[in-house]
């Protein structure tokens, strides 16, 4: 079992910066890679983000050049820093954490709005 606890959201203008948090607990040594995921209103979920355990990482080309996903292992817990925020950024963001097994586990979800 992994719990995930998100913070971070909220609502920003156009151009600023915003940074989410993912805190992981449980079996965190089980945890292949965490990755961010948005759903904006009557869009599917798709991938914002993610890193492997072994640091490699993946961003989808909307974002790419503006978030990245830095993390503190000493924590355990995984960011998404997000700049040069566009309207179309606007959802509730989930962060992911896929196990070594392929089970996967979400956050609650946190929201992010940007407008002005």
């Known amino acids: 079992q992994v719990q995930l606890v998100e913070s971070g959201g909220g609502l920003v203008q156009p151009g600023g910066s915003l940074r989410l948090s993912c805190a992981a607990s449980?079996?965190?040594?089980?945890?292949?890679?965490m990755g961010w995921y948005r759903q904006a209103p009557g869009k599917q979920r798709e991938l914002v983000a993610v890193i492997t355990r072994g640091g490699s990482t993946n961003y989808a080309d909307s974002v790419k050049g503006r978030f990245t996903i830095p993390r503190d292992n000493a924590k355990n817990t995984v960011y998404l820093q997000m700049n040069s925020l566009k309207s179309e950024d606007t959802g509730v963001y989930y962060c992911?954490?896929?196990?070594?097994?392929?089970?996967?586990?979400w956050g609650q979800g946190t929201q992010v709005t940007v407008s002005s």
């Open positions: 449980g079996s965190i040594f089980s945890i292949s890679a």
């Open positions: 992911n954490a896929r196990l070594y097994d392929e089970r996967t586990y």
